[in-house]
């Protein structure tokens, strides 16, 4: 099983940026789905998760209302698309993927594969 997270980067406060993690050796619609981030000193949080076929998602509250998870089965490829980023956005951002349940996603199981991080860079 491989997650690979893509699509981080600098940009300016209010922007936007789309990660994109790409999961190979998975069943697509078989698993859920997330997005976690970790900033410096600080341990890693939950962000996003989204359910096996991608009906119900779960935010954390920093992530309402700026952040939309979505996957795409058929690409077997999940993505996390952030507007109006702030400067507290700043964190490697990880995609996870759990055979599990989206609402058990959030608390990060032992069960869950990982992928690299990618990181996103928030100026003010």
């Known amino acids: 099983v491989q997650l690979q997270a893509s699509g981080g980067g600098l940009v300016q406060a209010g922007g936007s940026l789309r990660l994109s993690c790409a999961a190979s050796?998975?069943?697509?619609?078989?698993?859920?789905m997330g997005w976690f981030r970790q900033a410096p000193g600080k341990e890693r949080e939950f962000v996003a998760t989204?359910?096996?076929?991608?009906?119900?998602?779960y935010y954390a509250d920093s992530a309402k209302g700026r952040f939309t998870i979505s996957r795409d089965n058929a690409k077997n490829t999940g993505y996390l698309q952030m507007n109006s980023l702030k400067p507290e956005d700043t964190a490697i951002y990880y995609c996870?993927?759990?055979?599990?349940?989206?609402?058990?996603?959030?608390?990060?199981?032992?069960?869950?594969?990982w992928g690299q991080g990618t990181l996103v860079t928030v100026s003010s």
């Open positions: 989204i359910t096996r076929v991608g009906k119900t998602t």
């Open positions: 996870a993927a759990d055979w599990g349940t989206a609402r058990d996603l959030r608390v990060a199981p032992e069960s869950a594969y």
């Open positions: 050796g998975l069943t697509s619609s078989s698993y859920a």
